[in-house]
């Protein structure tokens, strides 16, 4: 049973464009929820997260978009850039200090 | 910068062997978790602790075990290794609460 679910699977945009991706989830409990980013043979790091008190979050090019009646959110990458290829993994939390994630978007951006 | 390390970084193993992954953090942070990664399945947890003699079974915690013998160390143990778990182990810490999880750069384990 997938808690938290991503789509698409893998999304390719060109240079300057906007990425979105998407998250959903089942669990009404999640009230907190990170994004990780994570490049090849590396750890996952966290890029942005967002509380469900909140509709929105920006940190710079990263804006992350919560609409907790509908349980969604998306990730939106604003100029995308040729560095932005990675694989992102929308999570959620219930203050139950463990994070469940969802199977990731796997972003390449083309110059 | 949190510092999280994991050893081996590739191991090789046979069914039925003992594989034994270790991760050390110098961050002094309390919570400790193992991860998989498989494609199509994203990040599981399989194990995590609270502090040191504390473990917790995650998601999936059959056929794994886990040891905290102390705040620094935090190990994941195969007794019988089997093809299924050949994957890609994240260690992660994290000081508690809503904090930033810092993962190791993974262990990848091929089981034959």
């Known amino acids: 049973q997938q808690q938290v679910r991503q789509s698409p699977q893998s999304l390719t945009v060109w240079e300057g464009e906007t990425a979105i991706l998407n998250c959903s989830y089942e669990n009404s409990a999640f009230d907190y929820f990170p994004w990780y980013q994570q490049f090849p043979g590396e750890g996952p790091a966290l890029l942005i997260s967002i509380l469900s008190v909140s509709d929105k979050k920006e940190d710079g090019r990263f804006t992350i978009f919560f609409n907790k009646r509908e349980k969604k959110l998306s990730l939106h990458i604003a100029d995308s850039q040729p560095g932005d290829s990675a694989t992102y993994f929308c999570a959620a939390d219930n203050m139950g200090y463990k994070l469940t994630f969802g199977t990731g978007t796997s972003l390449l951006v083309d110059p | 910068e949190a510092a999280v390390t994991q050893s081996p970084r590739n191991k090789v193993a046979v069914t039925g062997g003992k594989v034994t992954l270790s991760c050390n953090q110098t961050n002094n942070h309390n919570n400790m978790y193992w991860y998989r990664q498989d494609t199509g399945h994203g990040l599981r947890l399989i194990h995590y602790s609270y502090g040191a003699g504390s473990t917790e079974k995650g998601d999936i915690p059959d056929g794994y075990k886990a040891s905290r013998p102390s705040q620094e160390n935090f190990s994941l143990i195969l007794e019988l290794a089997t093809p299924s778990q050949t994957s890609v182990y994240f260690c992660?810490?994290?000081?508690?609460?809503?904090?930033?999880?810092?993962f190791g750069e993974g262990s990848k384990l091929t089981v034959l």
């Open positions: 992660a810490s994290v000081a508690g609460g809503r904090g930033q999880l810092y």
